[in-house]
C-alpha cells in the first residue's frame, strides 16, 4: 500500500525544533516518517494543505467529558439524566474532543466511573477518543461545589477513605475543591473556602503515596493559599490569583525541584512524530498562524500549577 502524505507550509514537531515546511508520511493508519517538502516518494499520495500547520495534538489539561460545556449550565443537565445517557453524551464529547485536534485530555471530574470507561474503550479501540487522564468523582465537602456529583467528606479520615476509593476504583489523579464555584447551590459562592486545610492534605497524601498528581479546584484567593500550603500539584482556576501566591508557588516548586520530588510525579508523554504513534493521536492541522494556536492551547490549559504543564 502506497505512502500517504500531508504537505504543510509549517511543521511544528513539538520537541523543539522550529517550524519548518514539510511532509507527513503516514502508512496504514500509523505516522511513519516527516521529510522535507519535496522528499516524499513518488509512489506516495500527497495532500497539499497550503497555508496551514500541522502538529502533534494538543492537550487539554482540564475537562468533564460528562457535561454538555456549551449549556449554561451543564451540571443541571447532567444531574437530570441518567448514567446511560451521561455515559452516551461522554463518548461523543471524546470523538468530538479527538476531532478538533486535541488528543489528550485529563477529566477532573466525573461520577459512576463513566470517564474510566470512556478512557478503556479508547485504549482498547472500540470507541474514538483521545488519551484520557481521569481523576473519578472530585472529593468535596458536605454540600460543596459539585457535590450531586462528587464524594462528600468531611475531617480528614472520611477525607482520606475517599481518596482511596477512588484510587482503588482507577483514578490516575485526584481532585478536591477548596472552593465554591459557578454551578452551585445558593450559598456555593466561587470565592467561599469549603474543605480544610487538614482534609486537603489528607488526600494530598493519598495522591502522593501512590505516585498520582493531586489537582485542587480554587478559585478565591484564599483557597488559593490552602491549596498551595497543602502541597497540590496543580490548581484548577485561580480567578483570584495574586502576584504574592503566585510567587509562593514559583518558590514551593522550586524547592520540590531541588529536592527531586517533583520528577516523579509529573506524568509524561513519550512521543515524537517520528515515532510509531497513531494518526488518530497525533496529526491534527490547525488553519490558523502558529501564535493563534499557542494562544489557544494556553488558554485551555492550567491558570497555575506547580509542576510543568503535562
Not at 475517599?162 to 475543591?177: C, F, S, T, V, Y
Request: charged share 20%.
Amino acid at each position: 500500500m502506497a505512502l500517504r502524505g500531508y504537505r504543510a507550509r509549517w511543521i511544528v514537531d513539538g520537541i523543539g525544533g522550529p517550524p519548518h515546511p514539510g511532509v507527513v508520511l503516514i502508512e496504514d493508519e500509523w505516522i511513519v516518517d516527516v521529510v522535507g517538502p519535496g522528499a516524499a516518494p513518488s509512489d506516495s499520495e500527497i495532500t497539499d494543505l497550503g497555508e496551514a500547520a500541522i502538529l502533534p495534538g494538543l492537550i487539554d489539561a482540564h475537562v468533564h467529558l460528562i457535561w454538555a460545556g456549551a449549556e449554561p449550565n451543564p451540571e443541571e443537565i447532567r444531574a437530570r439524566e441518567s448514567v446511560p445517557m451521561a455515559t452516551v453524551r461522554a463518548v461523543r464529547h471524546a470523538a468530538d474532543t479527538l476531532q478538533c485536534g486535541t488528543t489528550t485530555v485529563r477529566d477532573v471530574g466525573c461520577p459512576h466511573g463513566v470517564a474510566f470507561a470512556v478512557r478503556e474503550a479508547v485504549e482498547q479501540g472500540i470507541i474514538p477518543g483521545p488519551r484520557i487522564v481521569a481523576s473519578g468523582a472530585p472529593i468535596v465537602m458536605t454540600g460543596g461545589h459539585c457535590h450531586p456529583m462528587g464524594v462528600e467528606v468531611d475531617g480528614p479520615y472520611e477525607a482520606r477513605k475517599a481518596a482511596r476509593q477512588q484510587l482503588k476504583e482507577g483514578a490516575d489523579l485526584l481532585k478536591m475543591l477548596a472552593t465554591g464555584g459557578v454551578y452551585g447551590l445558593r450559598h456555593d459562592e466561587p470565592w467561599s473556602p469549603q474543605l480544610e486545610l487538614d482534609e486537603l492534605q489528607a488526600v494530598v497524601a493519598e495522591a502522593h503515596k501512590a505516585h498520582r498528581v493531586a489537582a485542587i479546584h480554587a478559585e478565591g484567593e484564599q483557597g488559593i493559599a490552602t491549596a498551595i500550603e497543602a502541597g497540590a500539584d496543580t490548581i484548577e482556576h485561580c480567578n483570584q490569583l495574586t502576584r504574592e501566591l503566585a510567587d509562593v508557588t514559583r518558590q514551593v516548586a522550586h524547592e520540590q525541584k531541588m529536592r527531586g520530588v517533583l520528577e516523579d510525579r509529573v506524568p509524561r508523554l513519550e512521543s515524537s512524530v517520528h515515532g510509531k504513534m497513531s494518526r488518530a493521536e497525533v496529526l491534527s492541522w490547525c488553519w490558523a498562524l502558529i501564535p493563534l494556536i499557542v494562544g489557544a492551547a494556553l488558554l485551555i490549559s492550567l491558570v497555575a500549577t506547580r509542576v510543568p504543564a503535562r
